[in-house]
């Protein structure tokens, strides 16, 4: 059954109250055809990213737009040198990370990360490390893929198989195309979360440079 607008609306508003690190109300929420736009202040890009995440769990929503402006509170604003010093640690602390193949530069407490890496999962290792740190206005993420030689027909039965295995992805409805190291995603899923294991069993295949997710939220 298709969710009202105002019902989703609603659902979506629910899910920032009941998530505990978002302050919903300084949230506004408005929803036209599964489409979710956010506005309004946050307190810091934590926040701003853990209430975008809280609407995308919400059955029925196919997109967020995020419109809200981090506005730190005065204890915790932090010149640029600062937030560099603690972006450069927290690297190092991280195990996940490659340290040595990443660069930062740090704007008026807006964090841009570049460099090449091997994985997806380090791509996003180097971001999650930084994303709470105190002083934090958003992050931009351009550490790139290491491009590799790929056999496109034993990438896509990896992915296949991997997709069989999960528990919360529907395989059957799920089509992978792989061209070079490009994986395109075509079909119907029932969730975000479903759409979202289906993108990391795809980025977890050795040799994938980038993912075109095509798939469809449906009931």
Known sequence: MTKSNVQL??????????EPSVDASSIGVTAKDGIVSLGGNVRS?????????AAERVAGVTAVADEMKVELPSLHV???????????HALQWDILVPTERVKVKVDNGWITLEGEVDFKYQQMAVENAVRNLTGVKGVTNLIQIKSSG???SEVKAKIDNA????????AEHIKVTV??????LHGKVSSWAERREAE????SASGVLTVEDDLVIAA
């Open 9 to 18: 609306q609603q659902d979506v508003l629910l899910e920032l109250e009941y």
């Open 45 to 53: 890009y934590a926040e701003k990213y853990a209430a975008v995440h």
């Open 78 to 88: 932090r010149d640029d040198k600062d937030v560099a010093s603690a972006v450069v």
């Open 150 to 152: 790929v056999v496109p």
């Open 163 to 170: 997709l069989r295995r999960a528990a919360d992805v529907h």
């Open 179 to 184: 061209d070079k190291g490009k994986v395109i």
């Open 200 to 203: 990391r069993a795809a980025w």
